[in-house]
T-cell receptor
Framework: NAGVTQTPKFQVLKTGQSMTLQCAQD?????MSWYRQDPGMGLRLIHY???????DQGEVPNGYNVSRSTTEDFPLRLLSAAPSQTSVYFC?????????????FGPGTRLLVL | GEDVEQSLFLSVREGDSSVINCTYT??????LYWYKQEPGAGLQLLTY?????DMKQDQRLTVLLNKKDKHLSLRIADTQTGDSAIYFC????????????FGAGTRLAVHP
């Protein structure tokens, strides 16, 4: 199994550009989530999904959209990038919800918005 | 509100024990976790403890939970250079199914 994969590894955007961060898992996990990691702040939950067709907001959802058309994929879209979205983004998945199962994290995407 | 706090930095000598501390605010948290992040990598679950336990041991790792003080600690025995990483404490708050709240992370530096 490849586990949780994320692409791209690095990305530079200009303010106002849009892009999609890709996340895929091959473990048939129902639960997937996106976090952002900022210096001195730990990880904060952006959006999560408990299964195909179901998504919900986390702690910091503004400026981000998600969809879950398949069990395997959970892309994160930035509609109009802002410098405040410069961060490292992690995707995670687990068999069930976070409180009972190990969450597996991807290697992260480093995003710089100029 | 929900908050998890950790000291930001810890330096230890190789072979000594490391103790990383964490405080949390939600006394109804059901699960508390320790994650490890190596440079340039994602987070790896090290261990977790259920709220009805006060101690859990797993090889070199010992987790202590003081529910009264809402204090969690991770002890690493015989610390090695490979243990150098950032360690995150996280909780699932009450009613927060699917939602992990992370501390800012403690950077552990192991020197000879």
């Amino acid at each position: 199994n490849a586990g949780v994969t994320q692409t791209p590894k690095f990305q530079v955007l200009k303010t106002g550009q849009s892009m999609t961060l890709q996340c895929a898992q091959d473990m048939n996990h129902e639960y997937m989530s996106w976090y952002r990691q900022d210096p001195g702040m730990g990880l904060r939950l952006i959006h999560y999904s408990v299964g195909a067709g179901i998504t919900d907001q986390g702690e910091v959802p503004n400026g981000y959209n998600v969809s879950r058309s398949t069990t395997e994929d959970f892309p994160l879209r930035l509609l109009s990038a802002a410098p405040s979205q410069t961060s490292v983004y992690f995707c995670a998945s687990s068999r069930q919800g976070a409180n009972q199962e190990t969450q597996y994290f991807g290697p992260g995407t480093r995003l710089l918005v100029l | 509100g929900e908050d998890v706090e950790q000291s930001l930095f810890l330096s230890v000598r190789e072979g000594d024990s490391s103790v990383i501390n964490c405080t949390y605010t939600d006394s109804s948290s059901t699960y508390l976790y320790w994650y490890k992040q190596e440079p340039g990598a994602g987070l790896q679950l090290l261990t977790y403890i259920f709220s009805n336990m006060d101690m859990k041991q797993d090889q070199r790792l010992t987790v202590l939970l003081n529910k009264k003080d809402k204090h969690l600690s991770l002890r690493i025995a015989d610390t090695q250079t490979g243990d150098s990483a950032i360690y995150f404490c996280a909780e699932i708050p009450s009613g927060g199914y699917n939602k992990l709240i992370f501390g800012a992370g403690t950077r552990l530096a192991v020197h000879p």
